[in-house]
């Protein structure tokens, strides 16, 4: 069964930083745009950045400047760059292959990442 493994997240205060990662099986990972996703508890999930095969990058307004998302082709791994974090970051982290220009996440979801940030 395709799986994608999401690790990184963990207790940072804010202004912290945190950096995510997210293995993918090379049959979603090698062809596709992949994102990043948060669902915070009582919310829905939503889309925070994602990024091409090619490298091009697109950012929900909530974390440009702060998030960057970036990619290992050899690796089959993306990663997400956290820096000053904002309590309203809190929520549980998710990878997901993506069609880039809607944002609409497909294939299936993975165990995700806990983040949270403290006052």
């Known amino acids: 069964q395709v799986q994608l493994v999401e690790s990184g997240g963990g207790l940072v205060q804010a202004g912290g930083s945190l950096r995510l990662s997210c293995a993918a099986p090379?049959?979603?990972?090698?062809?596709?745009?992949m994102g990043w996703f948060r669902q915070a508890p009582g919310k829905q999930r939503e889309l925070v950045a994602s990024?091409?095969?090619?490298?091009?990058?697109n950012y929900a307004d909530s974390v440009k400047g702060r998030f960057t998302i970036s990619r290992d082709n050899a690796k089959n791994t993306v990663y997400l760059q956290m820096n000053s974090l904002e309590p309203e970051d809190t929520a549980v982290y998710y990878c997901?292959?993506?069609?880039?220009?809607?944002?609409?996440?497909?294939?299936?979801w993975g165990q995700g990442t806990q983040v949270t940030v403290s006052s």
């Open positions: 090379g049959s979603i990972f090698s062809i596709n745009a």
């Open positions: 997901n292959a993506v069609l880039f220009k809607a944002g609409l996440p497909f294939g299936p």
């Open positions: 990024i091409t095969s090619g490298g091009s990058t």
